[in-house]
């Protein structure tokens, strides 16, 4: 296409000689102020370029004359972070579990800690509420496999439940069906027992049958009432609280495998004060041993 | 039937066109943004209107200066600072009243109130406030008093400015624009005060530990002065200002607004003593009404939009009427229909009971009323309720309900105060605190500082035996000896939720 300017009548401006559909573009020139804006942010580019750091290299990059990094600048906020806490942390880390619980201010302090802090590593399990999940304990309620009292929750987090690790929570409850313990009719009789233990309608002649059995194997852990052991972690099994549901089948599929869930131990992961202000806030938030 | 107001004539052209507005409509603005401003001179004037004029600019300067100094007693811990926006404690003190942000609708009700109180006034007299009260057009007749200071009056200015760059073109500009900065320094250093402790923050300020705010509040308002009252003046009346263009629905032709009365004036033209003044107007076409004006438009021309009704031109056509021994009053505030009325040898009647200004005063009185109840009747004590989300409800291993809530209790007192809190409509509920049991029947208490909000997390427990339905309508009650609040809230027992 062939450029032809021309001057357009209306305006007499030059048009650049584009044409679209009979539409042409007059060559006005740039705004002045946008011009100058222009200019001047070549200007800023360079004084960047100086004082910054820009341009990537073979080997590194131009530092820049104002030593600007982003990393040194976080790891200047963390350790302002750290001074920041440090008070808090130091009052958590001397007072005790109790101390901490019924003096308002550490309290409240702890409490905040507690909840963000369960947020970021409890709540992927015990959810954001602490009301558990199917094979998750619920720690919102009263109902403690492991003792709920301060302490209690402080060593738990610790050292988690068949972590694996040095002094952690640990019970095997064996798996009945998969190992022959037991053959499958005395599985059965054995829930239709567990549910009236409960205290639902259950089966009378499974009932009657599966007492003895009850007595011989599971009464050793489980107590002879049914109320379970808090030292091996054995649950009551006469209250309304199932940690993987309530159902005859689900009652049946535990003494069939004998599952237990896993919690890491925290310790290393998070600070001992950190572990505190956790147990204060989970205490703190549950129906409280 | 509503009245088109229409008094504008055809503007003579030439030699008469004196008004800065009628200059600027001769010029070339093809390509250009924007129509080039022509400099205005108004001409010092006196008169009564003029006196208004002074009384009401010492009044509100004197008013926006001194009123951040005004001490006040409030208890220890308190600011001692009669009006005071605190920004960072988020309150905002007047003398014996003490408001909280979420209390900012009296704010509302007293914007709303100036509105209403701006519309009656207008419809009333017109744009009084235009003329007598705006910042604009006070602080611009302040820098017309410097200017004049150092140019002299308009003649003098005019002179000034023609001339070319001399010593004493250079100290006159120079010390003209330095006053002017001084003024406007003046004015944004005042503005700060109101918002943090004055005899404090005019030793910090200096010091350079005022906080940041204060020194870009002082620089913006010292800036926005300087430009507005110096170089622009009148162009944020015309141009930026809004209520030019929304006044127009507010007059009417009973309203009063400075009119020249066209039937006396008209034919305007030279007179010389001695000649008769018989088949002609009283108006000599002396151009004092012109050159007075800080608006620069012809008021001969009609009412028009620049016109901020501020009267100069009243006092400066009386001065000249007096001289040529004529009545006064070519020029007044006068009503459309009063001036007609005149014009066709009747007798003015003027009406300022009118539907709209009854209508304006009624609102005025409404919300009034509504603002001043809603102060005098606003809570000492507050109480929020937030129910927790999750878990919505907690069962116990005997089948006991357990619903958490964080109730946020405000003490708008300035003593700290214990406060009992209680829940009704769970029979046999008991209350708890995180980590403390509680007992049935017993209430829980909390001691709230002065002026805060405390949060409070609170357990409520229902008994496994209390049969509730789904959802439980209840409600916390905070006492504190007279002091009373309460909140209603829900209590979910879990019952559609069987485990």
């Known amino acids: 296409m062939a450029l032809e300017r021309e001057t357009d009548d209306a305006t007499g401006v030059e048009t650049t000689g584009h044409e679209w559909d009979g539409i042409k573009e007059l060559d006005n020139p740039l705004p002045r102020w946008w011009l100058w804006v222009w200019y001047g942010s070549i200007l800023f580019a360079i004084g960047y370029w100086v004082l910054m750091p820009a341009w990537p290299g073979l080997h590194g990059y131009t530092k820049g004359l104002l030593g600007q990094s982003d990393r040194a600048e976080v790891s200047r906020q963390l350790t302002a972070l750290e001074v920041q806490r440090g008070e808090g942390a130091a009052q958590l880390r001397t007072a005790s579990l109790e101390r901490i619980e019924a003096d308002p201010q550490l309290n409240a302090y702890a409490q905040q800690v507690g909840q963000s802090v369960f947020g970021d590593n409890c709540a992927t399990c015990h959810g954001i509420g602490g009301t558990g999940a199917k094979g998750y304990a619920n720690l919102r309620d009263d109902v403690w496999l492991w003792g709920g009292k301060l302490e209690d929750i402080q060593y738990t987090i610790t050292h988690g439940v068949r972590s694996g690790g040095e002094g952690a929570r640990l019970s095997m409850m064996p798996a009945f069906g998969r190992d022959e313990m037991l053959k499958p009719e005395e599985i059965d009789d054995l829930t239709e027992y567990v549910v009236k233990l409960s205290g639902r309608t259950a089966d009378v002649a499974a009932v009657g049958r599966a007492a003895p059995l009850y007595q011989a194997q599971c009464s050793a852990c489980h107590a002879p009432n049914g109320k379970g052991m808090v030292a091996v972690g054995a649950p009551d099994l006469t209250d309304a609280d199932w940690l993987y549901g309530a159902d005859r089948a689900v009652i049946r599929g535990q003494i069939f495998a004998g599952n237990g869930g896993v919690m890491p131990a925290w310790q290393g992961r998070l600070s001992p004060e950190t572990i505190k202000a956790l147990s204060v806030y989970i205490h703190a938030n549950a129906g409280g041993q | ?499």
């Open chain 2, 1 to 499: 039937m509503p009245t088109v107001i229409d008094n504008t004539r055809p503007k003579s052209d030439g030699r008469s066109a004196v008004s800065a507005a009628a200059r600027a409509k001769g010029k070339d603005i093809k390509g250009r943004l924007y129509k080039p401003r022509q400099p205005i001179y108004p001409k010092l004037v006196h008169g009564k209107w003029r006196a208004v004029k002074w009384a009401m600019l010492i009044a509100t300067l004197a008013v926006y200066y001194i009123t951040p100094w005004v001490r006040w007693t409030r208890p220890e811990g308190f600011p001692q600072q009669a009006a005071l926006v605190d920004f960072t404690g988020r309150r905002f003190y007047f003398f014996d009243i003490q408001l909280w942000p979420q209390e900012v609708y009296i704010f509302t009700g007293l914007l709303v109130m100036a509105a209403l109180a701006l519309f009656l006034v207008t419809a009333l007299f017109g744009r009084l406030w235009c003329g007598y009260a705006c910042p604009q057009t006070v602080w611009t007749d302040l820098y017309i008093v410097v200017e004049r200071l150092f140019e002299g009056d308009r003649n003098a200015r005019m002179r000034l400015d023609a001339a070319p760059l001399s010593l004493d073109k250079v100290w006159r500009k120079t010390g003209k624009h330095l006053a002017w900065l001084g003024i406007a320094f003046g004015t944004g250093g005042a503005w700060i005060f109101y918002f943090h402790d004055a005899p404090t923050l005019i030793r910090t300020f200096w010091t350079g530990d005022a906080p940041m705010t204060a020194y870009v509040s002082c620089l913006l308002l010292t800036g926005a002065t300087y430009v507005f009252a110096g170089w622009m003046r009148e162009q944020v009346c015309t141009y930026m200002c809004p209520w030019p263009r929304i006044q127009g629905a507010m007059l009417d032709e009973h309203s009063l607004q400075v009119t020249y009365l066209a039937y006396r004036g008209e034919a305007r033209g030279p007179h010389k003593k001695g000649q008769s003044w018989e088949g002609r107007g009283d108006c000599i076409d002396c151009h004092q009404c012109v050159v007075v004006c800080p608006m620069g438009i012809d008021i001969r021309d009609g009412a028009q939009l620049e016109c901020i009704n501020c009267g100069l031109c009243v006092d400066a056509c009386d001065e000249v009427m007096v001289k040529i021994n004529r009545p006064t009053g070519l020029i007044g505030y006068d009503s459309d229909h009063a001036v007609a009325a005149r014009g066709q040898g009747g007798k003015a009647a003027y009406r300022p009971i009118r539907a709209r200004t009854i209508y304006y005063t009624l609102a005025l009185c409404v919300v009034g009323g509504l603002t001043l109840w809603s102060l005098v009747t606003r809570p000492k004590a507050d109480l929020n309720v937030i129910r927790d989300r999750n878990p919505i409800f907690v069962r116990m291993h005997d089948g006991a309900v357990r619903d958490g809530y964080t109730l946020k209790i405000g003490n708008r007192g300035f003593e700290a105060r214990r406060f009992e809190i209680a829940f009704e409509g769970v029979a046999g509920a008991r209350l708890s605190q995180p980590g403390q049991p509680g007992h049935p029947g017993q209430p829980v208490s909390v001691l709230v500082p002065a002026d805060q909000v405390v949060p409070v997390r609170v357990f409520v427990t229902a008994p496994a035996t209390a049969a509730l339905a789904d959802s439980v309508p209840g409600r916390f009650i905070i006492r504190s000896g007279d002091l009373r609040a309460e909140a209603k809230t829900v209590f979910l027992s879990g019952a559609a939720n069987p485990r």
